[in-house]
């Protein structure tokens, strides 16, 4: 029996749909390859019509370096089985990334219809990044879009991400932790989230391990006390009991409330210490925790909350008063669990320095052409006000009255009727699209999507310039994402001239 190679990272690459190389070898055949072409990846909508959080960003660029780095051979061996043109195999098997990739950071606030990575490449080297980048995007921007929707309902209540288990495999599960991190989640669970990203990990633990010690109220104790006193020899900074095993007030607080007291845990403990609920009347049970916890004189104890949560359920706990400290969230934010499917869409903008454009008779599924780049306006008070898709090739009117603070008039991208001036003077603005590939060279702005941390700081802080009506979780109010004049011709024009020819 033949054994298939093992898969290494170059399988990322080709993580492909089959049409992608069909058409590839169409073009090579064609000897239309190496026509530059500009593809954008963009999302039409989000859950409630709002915001999303960007991340994988980092994974697409590592696209370029894996393609880059992968030997001849090895491209060669992979390629032979699956393609059964060998003029396609050979030209593949040769080829590097030489385009430029554009793409807002990860942490960032993006809206519908924004490019939020641009691909500038030789024709096949853009179209077979189509599916990974996808692959990597949606997946990561639905998490990172569920984990700000949950952690904005529990603001300022902290937010852990353990949902690995019911993650749908290997990469979503570390991957996924990366971005809900990025989301705005304050600790997370998993292990090689930890070691590829540099983000720890954190954990309590499970009711097995409670019944691994028997049934009952001592075997509990025993557990309790078992786990504090290694933990502690092993400097652990944090001790989190799981109280509801068997009966969360009659027996689980009373067994934590001993096992701390006997251990020597108290509010002088320098770590942090308390307990998890799991089951039952979360706000019942932890109020009378609560209570409990303090007369015993424990007030620094923390109450941490899981069990299916999401962020309906947090802001009811909250509106209910419960006691708590840290909520946990599990497959609701691992698998997006209300809006799995995020949506984007990688479509080509321009061939040869040419403006294309997909028709539709949905009016959301008319793509904008031309190359493009994001400016993000702020107003007096540094809100953002509005978004700004511009022209980035060629002279663009409003781009260049933004770049020198000039007074400029910005349109709704449907209703011309709808519209702003901005005075110069009166706002501010931020290039929100930035260079991560040039000429298949990975850029120094890399350096920022390796700090997860960091980017989930950039994301809070950019939170807390949109406001309030804006970011909230229910019919949030429309952020203005508006075309510049010149582009918002060019689409006019493309539009007519098909139209015509459709008439005719």
Do not use: W
């Not at 353990?162 to 997370?188: L, P, Q, Y």
């Not at 954990?203 to 502690?232: C, L, N, P, W």
């Not at 603005?429 to 700090?451: A, N, P």
């Amino acid at each position: 029996m033949k054994i298939k190679k093992i898969l290494t990272d170059f399988a990322k690459v080709i993580n492909s749909d089959r049409y992608q190389y069909t058409e590839s070898d169409i073009f090579v055949m064609e000897n239309s390859h190496e026509r530059e072409a500009v593809f954008d990846m963009y999302f039409r909508k989000t859950e409630d019509n709002g915001l999303a959080v960007v991340s994988g960003v980092r994974e697409v660029v590592e696209l370029v370096k894996i393609l880059n780095e992968t030997s001849e051979e090895e491209k060669r061996e992979y390629f032979s089985e699956i393609i059964a043109e060998q003029h396609l195999v050979d030209y593949l098997s040769k080829m590097k990334f030489t385009g430029d990739i554009f793409a807002m950071r990860e942490g960032e606030i993006a809206y519908a219809n924004e490019p939020v990575i641009t691909v500038k490449a030789p024709l096949v080297q853009a179209k077979i990044l189509e599916t990974p980048i996808l692959n990597i995007m949606n997946m990561q921007m639905a998490i990172a879009t569920k984990a700000s929707r949950v952690t904005r309902a529990a603001h300022p209540i902290a937010v852990s991400s353990f949902g690995s288990r019911r993650a749908h495999g290997f990469d979503s599960a570390v991957a996924g932790t990366k971005a809900s991190v990025i989301g705005g989640c304050m600790s997370h669970s998993n292990l090689v989230t930890e070691y590829k990203y540099g983000v720890p990990s954190v954990g309590t633990m499970a009711h097995s391990y409670i019944q691994t010690f028997g049934v009952g109220k001592k075997a509990e104790k025993e557990a309790f006390d078992t786990f504090i006193k290694y933990r502690r020899e092993r400097k652990a900074n944090t001790l989190i009991l799981l109280i509801d095993t068997y009966n969360t007030l009659k027996m689980g607080i009373k067994n934590a409330i001993d096992s701390f007291k006997e251990n020597g845990i108290d509010d002088n403990y320098p770590g942090v210490y308390g307990v998890r609920i799991d089951s039952g009347d979360l706000a019942y049970l932890s109020k009378k925790c609560r209570e409990e916890l303090d007369e015993a004189g424990l007030k620094k104890a923390k109450i941490f909350l899981t069990n299916g949560l999401n962020e309906d359920l947090i802001k009811s706990l909250k509106e209910q008063k419960a006691a708590v400290d840290i909520f946990g969230v599990g497959d609701e934010i691992a698998v997006s669990k209300s809006n799995p499917c995020f949506g984007g869409v990688y479509k080509i903008v321009e061939i040869e320095k040419q403006p294309v454009i997909k028709l539709s008779e949905d009016l959301i599924k008319i793509s904008n052409p031309g190359f493009k780049e994001v400016y993000r306006i702020y107003d007096k008070n540094n809100y953002a006000y509005v978004d700004v898709i511009t022209l980035a090739r060629e002279y663009d009117e409003d781009r260049e009255s933004i770049l020198s603070g000039k007074t400029f008039v910005t349109r709704d991208a449907q209703d011309p009727l709808k519209n702003s001036t901005l005075k110069e003077g009166e706002y501010s603005f931020k290039k929100i699209t930035r260079t991560y590939v040039k000429d298949g060279e990975i850029t120094e702005e890399y350096d920022v999507l390796e700090d997860v941390i960091g980017s989930r700081n950039y994301y809070l802080e950019s939170l807390e310039k949109i406001s309030e009506e804006r970011k909230r979780l229910e019919f949030p109010h429309k952020y203005k994402v508006n075309l510049s004049k010149d582009l918002r011709e060019m689409k006019s024009n493309l539009i007519e001239s098909i139209s015509k020819e459709i008439n005719e």
